[in-house]
């Protein structure tokens, strides 16, 4: 009933910068927490950024800084700009969202199927 599509990813030098963006679609009557995780080789998937459909953000030490959540909810856009970005941010990076559905209007919560960033000289 609800999609969310990732873009952006790609590969980077260190110290450069990417755009994420997360497109939620389908049966939506709101959504209300968004978040970005990652998933690094080897490693478990980590919460790298959240916010609130009012806007309240929280960050991961390791991005504090460095990386800045935002939302549309006209769009049901979420963001993520990342800069100085370092050869540890690689990751396959997913939009995470708690979307209440048209059909039911009750909260479900969604994953995308994630986008590759790759920081490398």
């Known amino acids: 009933q609800v999609q969310l599509v990732e873009s952006g990813g790609g590969l980077v030098q260190p110290g450069g910068s990417l755009r994420l963006s997360c497109v939620a679609s389908?049966?939506?009557?709101?959504?209300?927490?968004m978040r970005w995780y990652r998933q690094a080789p080897g490693k478990e998937r980590e919460l790298v950024a959240g916010?609130?459909?009012?806007?309240?953000?929280n960050y991961a030490d390791s991005v504090k800084g460095r990386f800045t959540i935002s939302r549309d909810n006209a769009k049901n856009t979420l963001y993520l700009q990342m800069n100085s970005l370092k050869p540890e941010d690689t990751a396959v990076y997913y939009c995470?969202?708690?979307?209440?559905?048209?059909?039911?209007?009750?909260?479900?919560?969604?994953w995308g199927k994630g986008t590759l960033v790759t920081v490398s000289s």
């Open positions: 995470n969202a708690d979307v209440v559905v048209r059909t039911s209007y009750r909260a479900m919560n969604n």
């Open positions: 389908g049966s939506i009557f709101s959504i209300n927490a």
């Open positions: 916010i609130t459909r009012g806007g309240s953000t």
